[in-house]
């Protein structure tokens, strides 16, 4: 991929307390973590020099939780921080994206904020977007907006806005039934464009991608797997007809054979402590 003009990008993730329904996998949240990580890997490879931060909408845990930088370790680890939780304040999120850019390197021309929303928000009116783009347009700012799901509301008025900004923005809609909200994204005119659409057909010929759903249902999974086994395992307890053979995932029964030798060990311990203490008491 040839260089091109490195950009000053602050990602805005909608993470209101709807974030964590299932309409796009593995989750919204999750969604919206995985597109914003395959955007930030195709930018530094556009530019290495681009500088990018992330920022979150929601009340419950607003702001900027990672500063622009060069750094994608830094970005990645910051993303996996965020959590689910209030509404959204889309307004407000996005000058605040504006007041961050105002710390890029100087040698950065080109200013862009792009935001995710899948919520109710309050760019409710005209006026309300008139100000904002107002607003944007003053920064030198441009301004791209990820409408997903079917919880967003005033979808024109959201449309409307990218269309009255002067620097040339990008409105991407993304219907309940598009799975892979990161491909979607990714072949849009945020993204690379129509030249990636081939890479959408199967997540297995994007390795990258394949990688970052597999960490992300891992990390989501572990504490209910963890759940679950234990429910089986006292289960099992209950009722010693239950045989494991039953059990058809063989990662489920390889890690519950695992708990019942762990559990298992501290009962042995004891019987062997009762029996030598029996011993003792019958040389007595």
Do not use: W
């Not at 944007?136 to 907006?145: C, P, Q, R, Y």
Request: glycine share 6%.
């Amino acid at each position: 991929m040839a260089t091109s003009e490195p950009q000053a990008i602050i990602i805005l993730i909608d993470n209101s307390e709807t974030s964590i329904n299932g309409d796009f996998y593995p989750n919204r949240l999750d969604a919206q973590k995985i597109a914003a990580e395959r955007l930030i890997q195709y930018f530094f490879r556009k530019s290495p020099k681009s500088q990018i931060g992330v920022g979150t909408l929601a009340d419950g845990a607003f702001g900027i939780v990672a500063s622009l930088t060069t750094c994608n370790n830094k970005l990645d680890r910051s993303i996996t921080t965020i959590k689910s939780g209030g509404t959204v304040q889309l307004v407000h999120g996005i000058r605040c994206g504006f007041l961050a850019l105002h710390h890029r390197d100087p040698e950065l021309v080109t200013k862009r904020v792009i935001a995710f929303i899948g919520s109710q928000h309050d760019m409710i009116d005209e006026e309300t977007s008139s100000q904002l783009a107002t607003y944007a347009n003053k920064e030198g700012v441009s301004v791209d907006i990820i409408a997903f799901g079917d919880d967003v509301n005033n979808l024109e008025t959201l449309e409307k806005f990218t269309g009255k900004l002067g620097i040339k923005s990008h409105y991407v809609r993304a219907e309940s039934n598009s799975l892979i909200l990161s491909d979607l994204v990714l072949s849009s005119p945020i993204g690379p464009g129509e030249m990636n659409r081939q890479l959408s057909v199967n997540i297995e010929d994007d390795p990258d991608l394949e990688l970052t759903l597999r960490l992300s249902l891992e990390e989501n999974q572990n504490e209910e797997d963890e759940e679950l086994q234990r429910v089986i395992l006292e289960s099992m307890k209950d009722n010693e007809e239950i045989d494991i053979d039953d059990i058809d995932d063989p990662e489920m029964k390889a890690a519950i054979q695992e708990s019942l030798r762990d559990s298992q060990e501290p009962e042995q311990e004891d019987q062997k402590g009762s029996n030598t203490d029996e011993k003792k008491d019958d040389k007595k």
